[in-house]
């Protein structure tokens, strides 16, 4: 069976060799980059399974390259910071990366995200059987196998947690989900301060499925309680 190819990108040598280390003790096969123009070069030439970024880069920082990467592709990405702030996890989240960790953290921590975001994003390219197929609401529909959803007749371009966050919602209709429950599920970790990380996604997934984002036909919020899509799709 073919390597999967981890693409991380560093401007510190040690973290980058560091990461390499436990991404190949893994099984895994991994590429370095000292900066996001190095990175985006690579992704150009190489075939990337999952994106490491370190936001803070000489030449094009992880927030540019992020960008320009989620302009044509839905490989997963996981960011690097040394800043804790909410706003620097939110920025990063917000220019479709898929996680985010604070310098310093646990290299095994890092396998097993990697790990957990491969499995999901496999499972929704191949299909999964119990549930392949397309789900429609409305002017809404996705494709559970081949992980395409279109609005309006327009497709639309997903990161893999926000399709998984859609998907649960579609395969689910009128089943409210607590931003805790929807963590937890789609990112199959336990909850812990993580309330901003889903509203992001929610955000974005409407900015891109809803004609008027303000106003959600699709993804309602039932406030105090989280988040829910009708069977039908409702004005107001």
Same mark, same amino acid.
């Given at each position: 069976?073919?390597?999967?190819?981890?693409?991380?990108?560093?401007?510190?040598?040690?973290? @980058?060799?560091?990461?390499?280390?436990?991404?190949?003790?893994?099984?895994? @096969?991994?590429?370095?980059?000292?900066?996001?123009?190095?990175?985006?070069?690579?992704?150009? %030439?190489?075939?990337?399974?999952?994106?490491?970024? &370190?936001?803070?880069?000489?030449?094009?920082?992880?927030?540019?390259?992020?960008?320009?990467?989620?302009?044509?592709?839905?490989?997963?990405?996981?960011?690097?910071?040394?800043?804790?702030?909410?706003?620097?996890?939110?920025?990063?989240? &917000?220019?479709?990366?898929?996680?985010?960790? !604070?310098?310093?953290?646990?290299?095994?921590?890092?396998?097993?995200?990697?790990?957990?975001?491969?499995? %999901?994003?496999? %499972?929704? %390219?191949?299909?999964?059987?119990? /549930?392949?197929?397309?789900?429609?609401? &409305?002017?809404?529909?996705?494709?559970?196998?081949?992980?395409?959803?279109?609005?309006?007749?327009?497709?639309?371009?997903? !990161?893999?947690?926000?399709?998984?966050?859609?998907?649960?919602?579609?395969?689910? /209709?009128?089943?409210?989900?607590?931003?805790?429950?929807?963590?937890?599920?789609?990112?199959?970790?336990?909850?812990?301060?993580?309330?901003? !990380?889903?509203?992001?996604?929610?955000?974005?997934?409407?900015?891109?499925?809803?004609?008027?984002? @303000?106003?959600?036909?699709?993804?309602?919020?039932?406030?105090?309680?989280?988040?829910?899509?009708?069977?039908?799709?409702?004005?107001?």
């Amino acid at each position: 069976m073919e390597k999967e190819t981890i693409l991380v990108a560093d401007d510190e040598k040690e973290i @980058r060799e560091l990461i390499a280390i436990y991404l190949n003790n893994e099984g895994y @096969r991994a590429i370095l980059a000292t900066n996001g123009m190095e990175a985006l070069e690579l992704l150009q %030439r190489e075939s990337i399974d999952l994106i490491i970024l &370190d936001i803070m880069m000489p030449k094009l920082d992880g927030i540019q390259a992020c960008l320009k990467i989620r302009e044509d592709r839905n490989v997963p990405i996981i960011m690097l910071s040394a800043k804790s702030q909410d706003f620097d996890k939110i920025l990063g989240l &917000d220019t479709g990366a898929d996680d985010y960790m !604070t310098k310093p953290f646990n290299p095994l921590e890092l396998v097993a995200r990697v790990r957990s975001l491969l499995r %999901r994003h496999h %499972r929704l %390219r191949h299909g999964d059987p119990s /549930r392949a197929g397309v789900i429609e609401i &409305d002017d809404l529909s996705i494709n559970t196998a081949t992980h395409e959803v279109f609005a309006s007749g327009k497709e639309v371009k997903l !990161t893999p947690k926000e399709f998984a966050i859609l998907e649960l919602f579609m395969s689910n /209709r009128g089943m409210i989900f607590s931003v805790e429950r929807i963590y937890e599920k789609v990112w199959n970790d336990s909850f812990y301060n993580a309330e901003n !990380t889903v509203m992001v996604h929610i955000r974005k997934i409407r900015e891109k499925i809803e004609v008027n984002p @303000r106003k959600p036909q699709y993804i309602k919020t039932v406030w105090g309680v989280g988040y829910k899509i009708e069977n039908e799709k409702k004005n107001g």
